[in-house]
């Protein structure tokens, strides 16, 4: 994602990305700082990753999107360029209580990216389309 | 896009304003998206004056979504504007664009958007906006769905070498807090605008000026128009004109002072923009 993140979370996606490479693990003070920046929601979202819940669909014309599957199966589809999910905790702890930078699905994408583990999938365009505007999760 | 909306009030600022060569610098990328904010006529008039002077002047490719049929529109520009009636069909529809990138050989680098609040009426089963959580979502929807699109749509633009990205949108939106009939929320904000403003680099703000000025100077109308935002703010755009108010004025139709480059509005009245303190 290219969307505008805090400095210390920008860093921090960073620091991890260097670590896993040279690992393969994210040790226990990257982890406590994940904790600390993104609250309860980033154990949620590292359990998305450990389940490999995250997948980077492409279509033909070269549009993306990442698909993630939610701790119930729902999937989610979330924009490449910019913050937003369709789950109900994005719309209420980020969007009506501003409570949060994002929610656990966006921050599974950000953190399997930073690991390299994203799944990938190919969809047609007309696919792509239905799923970039899809008002709620299926 | 604030730089098109600014290229639209120099254009039409001075008698001499079509003929002069006006270009538009590239916006930073945070600065692609503007939110026009107030009354609805006027900023549908704004949204088609940005649409001609950007295909004309400017050779953009637009494409132009509104709920309400244009009349009388040049065949060259009647390809532009998509109607869709509800919100899920212009979610489809913006979404749909990367499809065309396949066949057509130009990209839009202008997407457009009139009066937003009418595509979210009755959005998650609503028909009050602000505060339902369902319609704060969907708005939330639509504006990362354009962002996403145009940042693709840029993508694509400049792997073509085309002169016209980076991609640009607009977006019209008149809130609840403007039309008089408040918000339930406490602090007096539309909890709307504060989920487009996550989105919306620039604002364009319409103001109605009610003061004594606008009458003395035998005016129809006046309005104070207003860019705001992060993307105002950034290196550059502060060096230009962008950050000053304009004034937009209507004279009434027998008045033709001063009235050579203006286009005929849907009020039928001759529109002059000025910048600076005073009305022209």
Sequence with gaps: ?138 | MADILSLVFRTFTSPAGLKKQLPVRPPPPAAGSSLLLGDPDLSRSMLLLAAVTAASELGMRVVFFTQTQIQSLPVSLQRCFSYPRTLEELLLQVASLHESTNTCPTPPSLIIVDRLEGFLCGAGGSNHSGSHPAQLSCAAHLSALLCDTAAFLTQVLGQRGSNSGPCRFIVSFLSEVDTGQGSKDPSGTDPLLDVLDRYFQVRCTLDRDRGYGAAAAGVQEAWHVYLSGRGITEASFTKGCEEKPWFLTFFPPEHKAESTCSLPLDQGCQTHFSSGSTFT
């Design chain 1, 1 to 138: 994602m290219r969307s505008v993140l805090p400095a210390v979370a920008e860093q921090l996606f960073r620091d991890i990305q260097k670590t896993y490479q040279e690992t393969s693990q994210i040790p226990n003070d990257l982890l406590i700082a994940l904790r600390f920046v993104f609250g309860p929601c980033a154990l949620q979202a590292l359990d998305l990753v450990d389940q490999h819940s995250v997948t980077c669909l492409s279509s033909p014309s070269g549009r993306k999107a990442f698909q993630v599957v939610g701790g119930s199966g729902t999937l989610y589809t979330c924009f490449l360029s910019c913050h937003y999910c369709p789950c109900p905790a994005f719309a209420y702890t980020v969007l009506r209580r501003n409570e949060g930078l994002l929610c656990k699905h966006i921050l599974a994408v950000y953190l399997c990216q930073a690991m390299a583990v994203t799944q990938q999938e190919s969809v047609s365009d007309q696919q792509m389309s239905i799923l970039l505007s899809r008002t709620s999760a299926p």
